[in-house]
């Protein structure tokens, strides 16, 4: 059973860097053709796709978030990675992890995720 | 960005109704369309993927139909368990992913 777990700071001042990763256990994030993904949820709202990253590196990225978004993986650790950075109060939410697994044939899905993480940007 | 609607943002259902959830995309999708299940400070889980397709463990009262446009996940008699927010998603070729707004469905 694969599990998804997201660690980083809770708390983030206005105009750093948020950073979170996301440790995936029960399989290797190497193995079969997975997608991770990153999506987030202000507190009493909808779901934003973040962006995803296959294990060879390549990404893709929200559009209204590109300019700041990073996402990267450790496949030594059985992990990847979001940075977000110039973040503001908007930025506040709760933050998951998740496995993306389809393909051009069914669409792509969000099978697993992590239990979430909330990130308060605050001074 | 595709943008996903869904009707209505909220109901009230008692335990055995039958009870249907409309989502709409701003352009066709083919089936490229998911719907997860939220319960309070809980992650999304999978219900449904490709339209129709139930995803594994889930109970076969959830079922989804629908190609194109308009999309529809019914519940065939809710259970106290399925009160919760749904969400629809869709994976059309064009990347973002993008959500729907969101259904409450909570306790008449």
Known sequence: ?123 | DIQMTQSPSSLSASVGDRVTITCRASQSISSYLNWYQQKPGKAPKLLIYAASSLQSGVPSRFSGSGSGTDFTLTISSLQPEDFATYYCQQSYSTLPFTFGPGTKVDIK
């Open chain 1, 1 to 123: 059973q694969v599990q998804l777990q997201e660690s980083g700071p809770g708390l983030v001042k206005p105009s750093q860097t948020l950073s979170l990763t996301c440790t995936v256990s029960g399989g290797s994030i190497s193995s079969g053709s997975y997608y991770w993904s990153w999506i987030r949820q202000p507190a009493g709202k909808g779901l934003e796709w973040i962006g995803r990253i296959y294990t060879s590196g390549s990404t893709n990225y929200n559009p209204s978030l590109k300019s700041r978004v990073t996402i990267s993986v450790d496949t030594s650790k059985n992990q990847f990675s979001l940075k977000l950075s110039s973040v503001t109060a908007a930025d506040t939410a709760v933050y998951y992890c998740a496995r993306l697994v389809g393909s051009s044939w069914y669409g792509y899905y969000f099978d697993y995720w992590g239990q979430g993480t909330l990130v308060t940007v605050s001074s």
